[in-house]
């Protein structure tokens, strides 16, 4: 299960959750208990770098 990190516009508490993909988004926050959560989006996991990784390379 992919872990999404989430902060509070309200409070500023942030944290991290185990989530499946099917699951709706959090929106109250543990802390403050306002529906003010929104879902942090950091950088990609994942570089390709080099050859090989599309049919027309070489």
């Known amino acids: 299960?992919?872990?999404y990190a989430y902060q509070c516009k309200n409070c500023g508490h942030a944290f991290e959750e185990h989530q499946s993909f099917s699951d709706a988004p959090l929106k109250t926050c543990p802390s403050c208990g306002e529906d003010q959560l929104r879902k942090k989006f950091g950088n990609v996991g994942v570089v390709f770098k080099g050859s090989g990784f599309?049919?027309?390379?070489k």
Not at 54 to 57: E, F, K, P, R, V
């Open 54 to 57: 599309y049919s027309n390379d």
């Open 1 to 3: 299960m992919p872990v």
